[in-house]
């Protein structure tokens, strides 16, 4: 077992520790469940990646900052550093988030639904184009969003 991996069952292990003393809402406040796959996302890229070594032996210090009561600037700093981290993977890795297609094409889906029937023979009837533009931008964002959990890009 290679030095990356006994860090990263460090890590996992101080989370699920984490997760028995803090609430569940603390926990999604924490994205902890985001952070046990950013850790393995981390682990798996860190032989050809020196940022993602960095990123992972820098968080240990960040998960010992999780507390049930931390104060803001803590909470600020913890944030902004697994932000960091996520933004690295999605940049340098071509990971996306979860539902990322999604919220992309739902808002622009339902703006060329209203823009079509706004401009068709649908004039004075918005909702009906809004209602097949969004029913096409969520056909379309979950299909995307399937296709990206089977190739493996999600984070």
């Not at 006994?6 to 994205?31: C, V």
């Not at 985001?34 to 981390?42: A, F, G, M, S």
């Not at 803590?74 to 999605?90: D, E, F, G």
């Amino acid at each position: 077992m290679g030095d990356i991996e006994i860090i990263k069952q460090r890590l996992l292990s101080k989370i699920t520790d984490k997760k028995m003393y803090i609430s569940d809402k603390q926990s999604n406040n924490y994205k902890l469940d985001l952070l046990e796959r950013i850790i393995n996302r981390l682990a798996s890229f860190s032989e050809e990646c020196q940022e993602c070594t960095g990123f992972i032996n820098n968080l240990d210090s960040y998960i010992d900052s999780i507390v049930a009561n931390a104060d803001k600037q803590t909470n600020k700093v913890y944030h902004t550093y697994i932000n960091s981290i996520i933004s690295h993977l999605q940049l340098k890795h071509k990971l996306v988030s979860d539902n990322y297609y999604l919220t992309i094409f739902l808002p622009l889906g339902m703006v060329f639904g209203t823009a079509f029937s706004s401009i068709g023979s649908f004039k004075g009837m918005s909702g009906t184009g809004i209602g097949i533009g969004l029913c096409l931008g969520v056909a379309i964002g979950t299909g995307m969003d399937a296709n990206a959990k089977k190739k493996g890009s999600i984070i």
